[in-house]
T-cell receptor
Framework: GAVVSQHPSWVICKSGTSVKIECRSL??????MFWYRQFPKQSLMLMAT?????????EQGVEKDKFLINHASLTLSTLTVTSAHPEDSSFYIC????????????FGPGTRLTVT | DAKTTQPTSMDCAEGRAANLPCNHS???????VYWYRQIHSQGPQYIIH???NNETNEMASLIITEDRKSSTLILPHATLRDTAVYYC?????????FGAGTTVTVRA
């Protein structure tokens, strides 16, 4: 149980285009979902927190107009990287906190984004 | 959230117990200790968490000192698949701040 999926697992896009990444909790409902970014040889950095049906809360320094987050249901959150640039190339990871157990958080497998 | 200090890296032998220390001397009374690990190029995996009592699950044991200023994660019988970066995180809410963690290499 407690499986989180992400789609796609990797994506290559051209500079200036937008990319959407999906995060789904497969066997549980998630009160809250989180988006992280990880650059090579660095640790995970929290980008934003989203609750179903409400606007996401972004961490300091994260541009909310560039990283659009939609949390449409208790099992799905999407991150759209708009007008992508090469410096947005990174490993994007989502996590979900179960409605039934707020003490645990389960992570997706990550999405590798490369912007050329 | 309280800051944590972990060794940068450690090696352990396959089949032996791996003891991973974490210092969190500024932990406050309502903060939990969480452990996650990240195998290369994958999302982090939840291992265990605790408040003040020792905890055990199918993956590991968590030993928290009585003053709660430090803790140890114990992998009872390390396997090659336990090679990963292990993160000790202290928090009293849902936000997880990942530090550099400990890179654990299990050797045959």
């Amino acid at each position: 149980g407690a499986v989180v999926s992400q789609h796609p697992s990797w994506v290559i896009c051209k500079s200036g285009t937008s990319v959407k990444i999906e995060c789904r909790s497969l066997d549980f409902q998630a009160t809250t979902m989180f988006w992280y970014r990880q650059f090579p040889k660095q640790s995970l950095m929290l980008m934003a927190t989203s609750n179903e049906g409400s606007k996401a809360t972004y961490e300091q320094g994260v541009e909310k107009d560039k990283f659009l987050i939609n949390h449409a249901s208790l099992t799905l959150s999407t991150l759209t990287v708009t007008s992508a640039h090469p410096e947005d190339s990174s490993f994007y990871i989502c996590s979900a906190r179960p409605f039934s157990n707020r003490y645990e958080q389960y992570f997706g497998p990550g999405t590798r984004l490369t912007v050329t | 959230d309280a800051k944590t200090t972990q060794p940068t890296s450690m090696d352990c032998a396959e089949g032996r117990a791996a003891n991973l220390p974490c210092n969190h001397s500024t932990i406050s009374g309502n903060e939990y200790v969480y452990w996650y690990r990240q195998i290369h190029s994958q999302g982090p995996q939840y291992i265990i968490h605790g408040l003040k009592n020792n905890e055990t699950n199918e993956m590991a044991s968590l030993i928290i000192t009585e003053d709660r200023k430090s803790s140890t994660l114990i992998l009872p019988h390390a396997t090659l698949r336990d090679t990963a970066v292990y993160y000790c995180i202290v928090t009293n809410d849902y936000k997880l701040s990942f530090g550099a963690g400990t890179t654990v290499t299990v050797r045959a």
